[in-house]
C-alpha cells in the first residue's frame, strides 16, 4: 500500500529533534512531523510530549517526489473547545489589531487591520504607514 496525501496511517517515532520527530511508516519509509504539527497547543520541547518508540497516529499532509512525507499528528485530534478565538499578546495580531510579523516565508501576504482612529481598512504597508506617520504629525 502506499502511503497517500490525506491518508491516517500508524507509525513509530524513530528520532526526535528540536523541530520535529521522525515517525517510521508502513513499507520502511520515514516521514516527518514538525514540531508545529504535534499538538493544538504551543509545545516548547518536544521531548516533553514524544519518546522515540512512541506508537503514534498521523496523517499525511505532503509527498514530495524526493520522497520527503510531512506528517500531522495535530490534524489527526480534534481541535480545543476554543481554538478558533484569535490570539492575544505573541499571536499574529495583537490586541490593537497590529501584525506581530507572524507571515510567512517567501511571499508577501495582504493583510486588512484596523486602526483605532478609523473604521477604513488598511491594504497596504504604504497605507498603514501613511497612518502612522498622519497619528505622529509627520505628514
Known amino acids: ?5 490525506g491518508s491516517v496511517v500508524e507509525g513509530k517515532v524513530t528520532g526526535i529533534k528540536s523541530f520535529g ?4 511508516l508502513e513499507e520502511g519509509k520515514t516521514g516527518l512531523v514538525h514540531i508545529s504539527q504535534v ?12 519518546k522515540v518508540g ?9 509527498v514530495e517526489e524526493s520522497g520527503k512525507i510531512s ?11 476554543g481554538s478558533d478565538r484569535p490570539r492575544r ?5 495583537n490586541a490593537k489589531g497590529g501584525n506581530k510579523g507572524g507571515g ?11 486602526s483605532d482612529a478609523s473604521s477604513e481598512p488598511f491594504n497596504t504597508m504604504a497605507d498603514q504607514l501613511k ?3 498622519k497619528k505622529a504629525g509627520m505628514a
Do not use: C, Y
Open 71 to 81: 506528517l500531522s499528528i495535530k490534524e489527526t485530534q480534534p481541535k480545543p473547545e
Open 54 to 62: 512512541d506508537v503514534v497516529t498521523v496523517k499525511v499532509l505532503n
Open 89 to 93: 499578546g505573541g499571536g499574529r495580531n
Open 21 to 24: 520527530a521522525f515517525v517510521e
Open 104 to 114: 510567512r516565508k517567501g511571499g508577501a501576504a495582504t493583510t486588512t487591520v484596523h
Open 131 to 133: 497612518e502612522w506617520a
Open 39 to 50: 499538538s493544538h497547543t504551543f509545545i516548547n520541547d518536544i521531548n516533553d510530549v514524544l
Open 1 to 5: 500500500m502506499s502511503i497517500e496525501i
